[in-house]
């Protein structure tokens, strides 16, 4: 409960304050840092932005830099370096290029952090803002993911007040009544299924990248796009949800919800169920946790039930996603698992979206990595220990890679 408070919470007198908010964005240019972006353009006047980061994508940074005027724009990748700094001469705003580059933007004052940069990457940036003590809003899952216990450790020793932004983990942040953790029964995710969810086996044998990024529902970058393809992101969501949501591990479940109207649940003991509902708009948590603990208008469209008329949940099928329960086993295990699981998961994807291997061994590889975890070496005791561990398995992922590709 004390770990709820401190790392969900946080600290309301500070961000309660109604002054201009300085903002930093890791991963502007992405589509997370966009929705962000675009909430703040539209009240331009009540956010001060220090600083946007990239990685390559020069051309957007710059763009952003030049229409919302940042004190500093930085791209993780130093081969960019001179196109930014080009872009942006004259224009009074600083530049810098590389990752310790992008960690320092993120330790720069501020009161609120969005972490939106995708993947393990994230883990230094958001870290080096959870150390400061400031206001984070976390979309980064696989950093969570990757280093759960030690993440929240920074979080209590900072202070730092952790706002959840995937909308599952929102929408349970703002139904969940955190100081009484043991009225909870359970917390339930919901999934939209992903743009796989009525295929075969066989069809999904054949999925193409191009058929794994359109998501039935949801407009994301592609990796999350290609985790909901193949519930991996549900999975990564669960041992989220463990982590910040601390009922315990049983009492987390999924449901499949393709209308993804209802973002997620908490049950009580009392037999009350309370959702959180709205149209599948990553504005809505974003807004959420920019103006947290106001409320902020924004322009997604609004919830017409009359018009929707129908809203369905099935159970999730294990046996044609067996992700879920692969990322339940590395919740279950504990230790690196989680790590491993996260890190042959990046390793796989990316292999998958550049055709290198076919869409099922993804999942199948990152289980074989997983199967092994304990012989890659010890439980993470430190961040060392994580930043090797997760080297480790994408060594071991890249060779599985390497030996099955199509
Ligand atoms: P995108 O792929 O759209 O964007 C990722 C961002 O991270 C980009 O700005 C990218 O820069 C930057 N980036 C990538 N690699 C690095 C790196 N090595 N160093 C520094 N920056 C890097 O991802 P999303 O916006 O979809 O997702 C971001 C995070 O939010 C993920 O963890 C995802 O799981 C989570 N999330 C996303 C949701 C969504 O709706 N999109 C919903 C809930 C959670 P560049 O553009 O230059 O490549």
């Not at 309301?12 to 962000?36: F, N, Q, R, Y």
């Not at 989220?240 to 601390?246: D, G, T």
């Not at 369905?312 to 990322?327: G, Q, S, V, Y």
Request: glycine share 8%.
């Amino acid at each position: 409960m004390a770990l709820i408070a401190a790392a969900v919470h946080g600290g309301p007198a500070e961000a309660d304050s109604e002054g201009v908010k300085t903002v930093t964005i890791l991963g502007s240019t992405g589509s997370i840092g966009c929705s962000t972006l675009d909430l703040i353009g539209r009240e331009r006047s009540r956010f001060d932005l220090v600083a946007l980061t990239a990685h390559r994508n020069v051309k957007m940074l710059i763009e952003q830099a030049r229409e919302h005027r940042p004190h500093l724009a930085v791209v993780a990748d130093p081969a960019c370096y001179a196109e930014l700094k080009a872009g942006l001469s004259g224009t009074g705003i600083e530049t810098a290029a590389g990752p310790e580059a992008v960690a320092a933007a993120a330790a720069l004052p501020a009161d609120w952090v969005m972490a939106a940069i995708v993947g393990a990457a994230g883990l230094a940036p958001t870290l080096a803002a959870v150390k400061r003590g400031t206001c984070v809003a976390l979309a980064n899952k696989e950093c969570l993911v990757s280093a759960g216990p030690l993440f929240l450790d920074e979080v209590s020793r900072s202070g730092t007040t952790l706002l959840p932004v995937d909308s599952e983990h929102n929408a349970i942040f703002q139904v969940l009544d955190a100081n009484r953790l043991e009225s909870v029964e359970q917390i339930v995710l919901t999934a939209s299924g992903g743009p796989f969810r009525t295929w075969s086996l066989e069809e999904m044998a054949r999925a193409t990248p191009a058929q794994a990024v359109a998501h039935p529902r949801w407009d994301m970058g592609a990796k999350i796009s290609v985790d909901s393809a193949t519930l991996m992101n549900k999975g990564l969501e669960l041992i989220e949800a463990h982590y910040l949501f601390p009922v315990g591990e049983e009492r987390l479940d999924v449901v499949i919800h393709p209308e993804s109207i209802v973002h997620s649940m908490v049950a009580y003991i009392d037999g009350s169920v309370l959702a959180q509902l709205g149209m599948p708009d990553m504005r809505t948590p974003i807004a959420h946790a920019l103006a947290w603990p106001r409320r902020m208008s924004t322009p997604s469209a609004r919830l017409d039930l009359a018009q929707i008329g129908q809203l369905t949940f099935e159970a999730p099928d294990l046996k044609r996603f067996p992700a879920l329960a692969l990322a339940r086993e590395a919740l279950r295990i504990g230790g690196g698992a989680p790590t491993v699981l996260n890190a042959a998961n990046e390793v796989t994807v990316a292999a998958f979206l550049a055709g290198r291997i076919g869409f099922p061994d993804i999942v199948a590889i990152t289980d074989t990595v997983l199967e092994h975890a304990e012989a890659l070496g010890a439980p993470p005791a430190g961040l060392a220990d994580v930043y090797e561990l997760d080297r480790i398995a994408r060594i071991r992922a890249e060779e599985m890679v390497q030996r099955c590709g199509c």
